[in-house]
């Protein structure tokens, strides 16, 4: 028998407006879910029943009186980067184990107006700092397709959450690869914009000109379902582009023959595993079967990508942190003596290990002396890899590789060693240090863990990626599977 | 590249970092492999390449009007503040 | 004895007279209750964002237009980061490698008359910090964030200053130049308008520059004349006594008059600048400029050049009426005035009373001249006066006074008090007879060639009719009766 939590967020869509169920039954069934559920996964920080129940009834009203948005009555789970006005928004800080947001972030905003039921706050990497998910001061999060293994980071609660269908949708952030990784490693369907696409008003900032807000769905068309209404110009937002939101629903069924893919060769050449590959490259002959081309493309100095964002990031992650004082907000020491010590404390004590690494390399980099050598040099080889990028898409439409080199890793594994926890990223971040629209959706597993095929695509294009994502699902059902235990 | 305990210490104190003990050689020892690891960027040619600070390279600042359009809301933003008094945020004295 | 020369350079910080702040829309009014005008972006909330404030780059470019300076196409916002209480995000918004200003230039007057012009190397615009109260709480301090986000435009000039004065004159200059553009309401105990002052020195005729000091603090003109003066003498002192000078930030202390070492170089803070990456670059498009240009008032080295040129008055006079735009529109006025009673060419008359009695008035008074008591119209009607004749500068003083305490027109005093000039050729005749049968012995003294003593009998003639008497017709009727 089919339960509410089987189904898509357009099939739950589809429910509410016939009124085969209200969504004060969907918060229900859902919250419930999560009472049952939460305590062995750990995705959520903050379940917001109240809340829930709140928007539902007023989602069902709407519903009744035709009046309602386009996502009217459908239950989501905020990642707790995003401020919501009086609730918990902790960013898996310490730091902010205390803070309640005086004001919701503008994609918060969006949402509700849209007539979403906010559930709770995910769990997630601290300060989204992690592609594991194990920075968080909450605690790991653990994978739904094995409590052992990481859900990936930094998004983990958000993924681990519609994983395990404690929500059908929830928002996430990608900042070098937060939404894509964690997307893979549990099986879902993950979407990060274009830069400027999305506002980032209301998101903790870790790295200004690398974070973009995005979604972790089950399908393609759930994706596009929330990116119509979490996107658009923001006047809050200097980098918010104001350019008008396409119907990304609309083209999700365009034919794909005649699609010219990429290849990126430097994806299949280093630390990728044979199994994954397998993977990636069936998912490829899914598309030679829909009509695409399939060309390979090189980009030589994508290799430098993890390297070029583990100075910029850290750069501008040391400089955004610094605003967490101990003064107006946010955890403050005991007893200070003095203003040093009140800094030096709060701060050290509120920021966990793998955050004050990266403030300390970002001042470092940052310093005199160092400037030159590592941040410009790094803004420099960005530039090469964004133009890189830029050629390789005079030749094709959307390119295509993994997303992440392995699948779920056990937890634990990587935590002692930074740079083999960084080079999870190695083929997200070329996206993030560009700009690019890019998506992760489900292609397979290894040994019972999904893998992940990445779509990326140039500026703007996300009606295409949700197109050529949305064509091989139609072919495909990796993206229903559902991990044991929570069917 | 090998950074000193005094190099981090360095570090840590301009970043307002408080480090146990315990944590400094874990940090001497991570914060060295992470900038060797960097390094791998000095294999790149950027004579002639600008650097990149935004994304989105045709993009320019936009600008707002001047209006004002925020009330007094002081009470409910210091709900957060460790420490207030007289509609003040306190700290340790500071000495100038 | 080695002669030394002095070295200074000013960083002024001018706040500009925006409505809202510039990165975000809180109000910016002086003395609001703490913390009521901090918004989310002020306070640095996580998640929130700048908007730059298009208000503070049109004032930045008036600015920028004003001292003949370059604006940058393209100008660029940094992060400098630091830690204090009163700096919310740990970072201020501020320009470093491209400013939206510069390469202008400003010129002073100096002392014996001659014109130096001081470089203007750059002018950028910055958020400001909120305030830090010291007083009241036990060990603690607390922190007012209302003029955090303020937007200020540092105008940094080149070392060219050479003394104190100079660097006052260049400083008053600047001032007078913010509030004729009206970007900066010039407000000095407010702290509308600050300044810090690099200064060094070195033998006369060293080409290299000494060791420099940076000195904070200074929010008056006296304040910044004796703050510099104790500095370079301490300098001085320190290198002849065979120490050398320490880079460092001093602060100056009004009460004692001294300036103190607040931090040195290597205690210094390193700032981390890069772009901000909350912001884009800051393109200003030719119409902008041209637009802004549009809106320029006449300035005041243009304004000063006019009166030297149409009027005759000299630099100086020149100088004092347009050192403020309200100044030089109430000179104006008053000639205007004048002109409406057919009364033109007594501009150096308007001048001589503006900045005499009239600016004595105002001083005594501690008032501004937008707060006279004599308006320009009725200063022109005591002037008509005097120009046609009617009364004498010295009973015009008499008049001045009288209109000045009792708020009443020229003419109504000189009508009620009778103080027309005595042109009456048979009245001051009669005087003279009078004058002259009262001192025999004097008039005999004259007649036998005491030539000195005519001075005496015109002051007793213009004694005994109040000084009303023309002194002109008084000469000449004297002269004749004399001779007997």
Redesign the interface.
């Known amino acids: 028998m089919t339960e509410l939590h089987h189904l898509t967020l357009a099939e739950l869509n589809e429910g509410l407006r016939a009124r085969r169920f209200s969504s004060v039954e969907l918060a229900r069934h859902f919250l419930a879910r999560i009472e049952r559920l939460n305590p062995a996964l750990n995705a959520l920080i903050t379940v917001t029943p109240e809340y829930a129940l709140a928007a539902a009834r007023r989602a069902d009203e709407l519903l009744a009186s035709g009046e309602a948005g386009a996502l009217a009555g459908l239950p989501l789970i905020h990642k707790d980067i995003f401020c919501t006005d009086g609730v918990l928004t902790t960013c898996g800080s310490r730091m902010l184990s205390n803070f309640v947001a005086p004001y919701d972030a503008t994609i918060v905003e969006k949402l509700s107006q849209s007539g979403v039921v906010m559930l709770g706050k995910a769990n997630m990497d601290e300060f989204a700092m992690g592609s594991s998910n194990e920075t968080s001061f909450y605690g790991p999060v653990k994978n739904p397709w094995d409590l052992k293994k990481v859900p990936g980071g930094s998004s983990g609660g958000s993924a681990a959450s519609v994983a395990a269908r404690l929500a059908p949708v929830a928002t996430a952030t990608d900042t070098g690869g937060s939404i894509r990784q964690p997307a893979a490693l549990t099986g879902l369907t993950g979407l990060k914009p274009t830069y400027g696409r999305v506002s980032r008003y209301g998101m903790i900032a870790f790295a200004s000109s690398l974070d973009q807000a995005g979604t972790m769905t089950i399908t393609a068309k759930d994706a596009a379902m929330v990116l119509r209404d979490m996107a658009g110009f923001d006047p809050r937002d200097s980098t918010s582009v104001d350019t008008p939101v396409p119907d990304y629903v609309a083209g999700l069924d365009r034919p794909l023959a005649g699609l010219k893919i990429g290849l990126l060769k430097e994806f299949f050449e280093s630390g990728l595993e044979e199994s994954t590959a397998k993977l990636i490259r069936e998912a490829l002959q899914v598309y030679e079967r829909l009509g695409a081309k399939l060309i390979e493309v090189s980009l030589p100095n994508l290799p430098l990508s993890v390297p070029t964002y583990y100075v910029v990031a850290p750069a501008e992650c040391s400089s955004n942190l610094s605003r967490f004082d101990g003064v107006r907000f946010g955890y403050r020491c005991e007893n200070p003596q003095g203003l040093e010590d009140l800094y030096m404390r709060s701060r050290g004590e509120g920021f966990g290990a793998e955050v004050k690494r990266r403030i300390m390399t970002g001042t470092y980099v940052l310093s005199a002396g160092y400037y030159d050598a590592y941040y410009l040099r790094a803004q420099k080889v960005r530039r090469l890899i964004t133009d890189d990028f830029a050629r390789a898409f005079q030749q094709v439409d959307v390119l295509m590789g993994p997303t992440s080199p392995t699948p779920a890793f056990d937890i634990g594994a990587k935590v002692d060693d930074p740079i083999t926890m960084y080079l999870n990223d190695i083929y997200t971040i070329g996206a993030n240090l560009a700009g690019l629209p890019a998506m992760s959706i489900p292609c397979g597993t290894v040994g019972g863990l999904p893998v992940g095929l990445q779509i990326i695509g140039p500026h703007f294009a996300e009606a295409k990626l949700l197109n050529v994502a949305h064509g091989y699902q139609n072919e495909t059902l990796w993206h229903r599977d559902i991990p044991k235990g929570y069917a | 590249m090998s950074l000193t305990d005094n190099d981090?210490k360095n570090?840590?104190?301009?970043?307002?970092?408080?480090?146990s003990d315990e944590?400094l050689p874990?940090?001497v020892d991570?914060?060295s492999?992470?900038?060797d690891?960097?390094?791998?960027?000095?294999?790149?040619d950027?004579a002639a390449?600008?650097?990149?600070?935004?994304?989105?390279?045709d993009?320019?600042?936009?600008?707002?009007?001047?209006?004002?359009?925020?009330t007094?809301?002081?009470a409910?933003?210091?709900?957060?503040?460790?420490?207030v008094?007289?509609?003040?945020?306190?700290?340790?004295?500071?000495?100038? | 004895m080695m002669s030394w020369e002095t070295v200074i350079g000013l960083e002024i910080h001018a706040q500009l007279a925006t409505r809202s702040k510039i990165f975000s829309s809180a109000a910016t009014a002086y003395g609001a209750a703490p913390n009521a005008q901090a918004n989310l972006v002020d306070l640095g909330y996580p998640g929130v964002l700048p908007v730059l404030n298009r208000e503070a780059v049109r004032m930045a470019v008036k600015f920028g237009l004003a001292i003949g300076a370059q604006i940058s196409p393209r100008s660029i916002f940094a992060r400098k980061n630091y830690f204090y209480p009163d700096l919310p995000k740990g970072y201020q918004i501020s320009q470093y490698e491209k400013p939206v200003v510069e390469k202008g230039s400003m010129q002073i007057l100096l002392e014996d008359g001659s014109v130096k012009v001081i470089g203007i190397t750059r002018a950028h615009l910055e958020e400001d910090a909120g305030k830090s109260l010291h007083e009241d709480f036990q060990g603690a301090s607390g922190i007012d964030l209302n003029r955090a986000g303020t937007p200020l435009l540092e105008i940094v000039s080149e070392p060219d200053m050479r003394s104190a004065k100079e660097a006052v004159a260049y400083l008053k200059k600047i001032h007078t130049l913010v509030r004729y553009l009206e970007i900066c309401d010039g407000n000095m105990q407010e702290g509308s308008f600050r300044c810090d002052a690099n200064v060094s020195v070195r033998p006369q005729g060293q080409e290299k520059f000494g060791t420099r000091c940076e000195i904070k603090n200074l929010n008056s003109f006296r304040y910044i004349e004796k703050a510099i003066n104790y500095e370079v003498a301490r300098q001085i002192e320190e290198i002849e006594a065979g120490r050398s000078i320490k880079q460092e930030t001093r602060l100056f202390d009004p009460d004692k008059g001294e300036t103190r070492s607040l931090r040195s170089k290597e205690e210094a803070n390193d700032y981390r600048y890069f772009p901000d990456p909350d912001l884009l670059p800051v393109v200003i498009e030719k119409d902008f400029i041209e637009g802004v240009r549009g809106t320029l008032p006449e300035l005041p080295d243009q304004k000063a050049g006019r009166y030297v040129e149409k009027f005759g008055l000299s630099a100086y006079d020149a100088g004092v009426l347009t050192a403020s735009r309200e100044m030089g529109d109430f000179y104006e006025a008053v000639l205007a005035s004048l002109k409406s009673k057919n009364l033109e060419g007594n501009e150096k008359l308007a001048a001589n009373w503006t900045m005499g009695e009239l600016s004595a008035a105002l001083n005594k008074d501690g008032v501004e001249i937008t707060g006279t008591r004599i308006d320009a119209a009725r200063l022109a009607g005591l002037l008509a006066r005097i120009a046609d004749k009617t009364i004498s500068g010295k009973i015009a003083k008499e008049v001045f006074e009288a209109m000045w305490s009792d708020g009443v027109d020229a003419d109504a005093i000189i009508e009620a008090k009778g103080l027309k000039v005595i042109t009456d050729t048979g009245a001051i005749e009669k005087t003279i007879d009078e004058v002259m049968a009262a001192n025999p012995k004097q008039l005999a003294d004259y007649r036998s060639g005491k030539d000195k003593l005519f001075g005496f009998f015109v002051g007793q003639v213009m004694k005994v009719t109040g000084g009303k008497a023309d002194p002109a017709q008084v000469n000449e009727l004297l002269k004749k009766k004399l001779a007997g």
């Open positions: 981090v570090i840590a104190k301009l970043a307002r970092l408080k480090l944590q874990v940090y991570s914060l492999k992470i900038f690891f960097v390094a791998q960027l000095n294999a790149a950027t390449v600008e650097p990149m600070a935004h994304p989105l390279a993009q320019v600042q936009r600008m707002r009007p001047d209006e004002v359009l925020d007094d809301q002081h409910k933003y210091q709900r957060n503040a460790p420490r008094e007289a509609d003040l945020y306190l700290v340790p004295k500071v000495i100038e």
